[in-house]
């Protein structure tokens, strides 16, 4: 590549050599023996657009008249000539009208006729097949194409009414008089529908190549119409039409990709077309070229390459931070950083348009609260308000359930512990009412001015207990055990951890207090959560054996131990153990005559998932255990409602209805319940809690299943977003299944760089976990490496859907069901498959197909042996 000296030939003289004018031999030799000039007077002959658009003129009249009548040879049988409407670098286009139809159509006809190059010819044949495959409103239409006798080629088209896109800001100023913030809309909005239309194209494996305002043309009512299929590509095919030769370049310069411009043709993918995509909304909303194409050959090039655009905000009044960071996106250097497919980038403007953050700026945290809060200011500042009350009334009531009975039966004793009790909860209210004191914005603002969090207001109560109950231990203790359990609810258990750690401390010192029952409880409810259940089971059987010996003062407590143990005997799979545990603790809240929400609908809810996730020896068997689940479900649900119809203990009732629907493949009447649940945990839950995330979590999945992916990519994106916000092993492990489950969604919409993210980022998480969870991982290697098939991008697939099929294959002695492992196994092999078609590895792909038969012959073997 020559250097960009003031000597080196600038455009207009190369132009003038291309057409034959240049008469300066000086210069004339000088072109010759520049490289990169000579490259350049190539691509202007095959494409006399190149030149109108370096020079800045247009080529057509400004009106879009015709000018002149063709040459006869041009005259093509069937249709009635009226004008010459443009010339380009394969063809010339006329206004005609087709006599059979009576329609006015855009007619091409091939330049050369039968004498043209058997190059030209291909790719003429090639627009014409291309073009008519394709139905979408915003791709011209072809009605007709043929060949004549001479050998040459025409395409009859639809007449498009309207001017190029490089003229269509003028047409919105003068005809519907915009305001700029309308104008800039107004050419997002047709900028959309144009990617639409390349998405469109791209996943049937058509690339363009071409994409530029001369071949888009905005109609009377401001529809974009993609059209000039001339030098596309497709994806895969490997004939003389899509060969190009060593560094020769194919497309517009101005318009191109880097990649394009390097010469580097096996680099070229639809990618290419985002970047180009780029260049014309860059066009479109500064009337300029991202970087200056006027200079040098040798300057131009490297411009494209290297030199990174001007924000567009800097350069015109009303455009912002979001949209350079749109347009700085699809103008990556590195095709990696781009969007990775148009419809990416339509998504993005879609979601600028609506006011929503972009994928653009993801990655900034402060971005994506302070647009949220643009956005619902009212009601975040009426949820902070619901939260605050609805934790100060959580944790009263929690209060409430901290007895402390003495075991003395005499009078005197019972009246002194009557007192202790009314000296206990006084103490104890004047704690929290100051607490909540703190939430008023006069008294309790932050340092940095802002109203303090639930975590703030229990962190406050847990630093001042020593100093308010310095004298009362006991009290001390239940004041610890109630934030304990605030904290666990909020998921925070190591904070949860240091208030029961301390409160069983203090207990301790009380011999026969069932205080002690309470803070082992809630020490064993966090055993639990973090996997140890040795430790679980030893404690929740202390609690136990304490609250038996003292079953006439709280009998209740006894029911919720019950509980407590069955849950650790379900999370050994010892079902039958777990409905012991659960059905001897119904028992005791009926012989009672005990009716407490709190501990009998989730002892019923516990008895749902049980007999849900038993194992059945036979399809009878199962049957039984679903409808007793069923049944227990509803009696748990009518309990609720019978209170009140919107309660939170309604929450997990709804939840396993929705899952027994789904079982029975009832997906609408699932997703009804699921809905129902999650407006309920919104309502009653802080923001990013677990419970929340799970419950978007299946509403996602369930959509999914019913084939709504665009509503289960959302559900399962606000899912993610509530998952990275707990950095523990279950959040994070809940993080990569919801991203894998959110990536395959955004694949079937063919948002395939958000579907490659969320792999990636799945992949990273997985990796991260100890031990990891190999068949996740497995689904995301295979989702990552499909959708870089979907992308034609076969050769970087291979190696991700080969991990995948590894890591299946050596999971098919693991205990696991085997069917599902050989399905996911079946899903990455026939990806495979795909890849080495795409590559023309022929013999691979052969090879490949044989092993997916005999997959699938050991799936039905598989399937059989399960039935029997």
Request: proline fraction near 4%; charged fraction near 30%.
């Amino acid at each position: 590549m020559t250097d960009g000296t003031r000597d080196n030939p600038d455009i207009e003289e190369i132009a003038a050599f291309a057409r034959g004018e240049l008469e300066d031999s000086v210069r004339c030799e000088r072109i010759k023996n520049d490289s990169d000039a000579m490259e350049l007077v190539r691509q202007i002959q095959t494409d006399d657009d190149f030149l109108t658009r370096l020079a800045g003129a247009w080529s057509e009249a400004p009106d879009g008249s015709g000018r002149g009548m063709p040459p006869s040879s041009a005259m093509v049988p069937g249709y009635r000539v009226l004008g010459e409407l443009y010339r380009g670098g394969q063809g010339t286009v006329f206004r005609a009208i087709q006599e059979r139809t009576k329609r006015t159509v855009a007619l091409k006809v091939m330049h050369g006729g039968g004498a043209a190059p058997e190059r030209n010819r291909a790719r003429f044949a090639r627009e014409v097949e291309l073009i008519a495959s394709m139905r979408h409103p915003n791709i011209v239409t072809v009605y007709d194409g043929g060949e004549f006798e001479n050998g040459g080629f025409y395409i009859a088209m639809e007449f498009i009414r309207g001017v190029p896109l490089v003229r269509a800001d003028m047409m919105d100023r003068n005809l519907n008089n915009q305001s700029i913030t309308e104008l800039v809309r107004t050419k997002l909005t047709q900028m959309a529908k144009i990617c639409d239309a390349v998405q469109y194209a791209h996943l049937r494996g058509i690339i363009h190549r071409d994409l530029k305002p001369g071949n888009i043309l905005i109609d009377r009512n401001g529809e974009p119409k993609v059209l000039d299929f001339g030098v596309a590509k497709v994806l895969g095919d490997n004939d003389v039409v899509d060969q190009t030769l060593t560094g020769e370049f194919v497309g517009t310069f101005a318009y191109a990709s880097p990649e394009q411009v390097s010469g580097t043709n096996d680099q070229i993918d639809t990618r290419c077309d985002i970047y180009s995509l780029g260049v014309v909304l860059y066009e479109m909303l500064t009337g300029r070229f991202p970087y200056e194409i006027s200079g040098p050959v040798s300057e131009t090039i490297q411009n494209i390459i290297q030199a990174e655009p001007s924000p567009p905000s800097r350069l015109i009044k009303g455009l912002d931070a979001d949209l350079d960071a749109i347009i700085a996106t699809a103008l990556a250097k590195d095709p990696d950083r781009r969007y990775q497919s148009a419809g990416s980038l339509a998504a993005d403007i879609r979601r600028y348009l609506a006011g929503e953050p972009i994928e653009a700026r993801r990655d900034s945290t402060a971005y994506l609260l302070s647009k949220l809060a643009r956005r619902h200011r009212v009601p975040i500042l009426a949820g902070f308000a619901l939260v605050v009350s609805l934790a100060a009334v959580t944790i009263w009531m929690s209060l409430l359930y901290v007895r402390a009975v003495n075991a003395e039966q005499k009078a005197e004793a019972g009246m002194q512990a009557a007192l202790d009790e009314a000296d206990k909860r006084a103490t104890v209210l004047e704690v929290f009412t100051d607490m909540i004191e703190a939430v008023r914005p006069e008294r309790g603002e932050s340092e940095d001015g802002r109203e303090p969090t639930v975590r703030e207001m229990l962190d406050l109560a847990a630093e001042t207990i020593e100093y308010r109950a310095i004298n009362r231990r006991d009290i001390v203790a239940a004041i610890q055990i109630a934030l304990g359990r605030s904290y666990l609810s909020l998921g925070l258990p190591e904070q949860a951890r240091v208030q029961a750690e301390s409160a069983l401390q203090i207990t301790n010192d009380f011999e026969g207090s069932m205080q002690i029952a309470e803070a082992e409880e809630l020490l064993g409810w966090l055993a639990m959560g973090g996997g140890t259940l040795d430790e679980a089971t030893e404690r929740f059987e202390r609690v136990l054996e304490i609250r038996e010996e003292r079953s006439a003062d709280d009998p209740a407590s006894v029911a919720r131990a019950m509980m407590a143990l069955a849950s650790v005997a379900h999370a050994r799979r010892d079902y039958d153990q777990a409905l012991i545990f659960i059905d001897k603790g119904l028992a005791i809240l009926e012989r009672d005559g005990i009716d407490d929400l709190d501990i009998k609908v989730p002892l019923l809810n516990h008895r749902v998932r049980v007999f849900f996730t038993r194992p059945s020896d036979n399809e009878l068997d199962r049957k039984r255990d679903l409808e007793a689940a069923e049944q227990t479900a509803l009696t748990a649900r009518e309990l609720c409602q019978d209170q009140g119809e919107d309660l939170p203990d309604l929450i997990t009732p709804l939840n396993n209805l929705a899952f027994l629907a789904e079982s029975r493949r009832d997906l609408e009447e699932a997703e009804s319940l699921l809905r129902e649940a999650l407006r309920l945990c919104i309502r009653y839950y802080p923001e990013n809690h677990m419970r929340i995330g799970g419950l978007q979590r299946s509403l996602g999945v369930i959509r999914q299943n019913r084939g709504s992916h665009v509503m289960a990519a959302r559900d399962l994106e606000q899912a993610v977003g509530i998952y990275r916000t707990h950095p523990g092993r279950k959040g994070r492990s809940y993080l990569a299944r919801t991203l894998i489950q959110g990536g395959v969604s955004l694949r079937e919409i063919g948002d395939y760089g958000s579907a490659l993210k969320a792999s990636r980022e799945a992949i990273e998480t997985l990796r991260g976990l100890d031990p990891v969870d190999q068949y996740q991982l497995g689904l995301a290697l295979g989702l990552e490496g499909t959708t870089l098939v979907d992308m034609a991008q076969f050769k970087q697939a291979i190696p991700h859907l080969m991990e995948a099929y590894d890591v299946f294959r050596s999971m098919q002695e693991s205990g696991r069901r085997l069917d599902v492992i050989l399905e996911s196994k079946l899903e990455c092999m026939a990806s495979i498959v795909k890849a080495y078609e795409g590559l023309s590895m022929n013999e691979q792909a052969d090879a490949w197909r044989k092993r997916l038969e005999a997959a699938r012959e050991e799936l039905v073997e598989e399937q059989s042996r399960q039935r029997s």
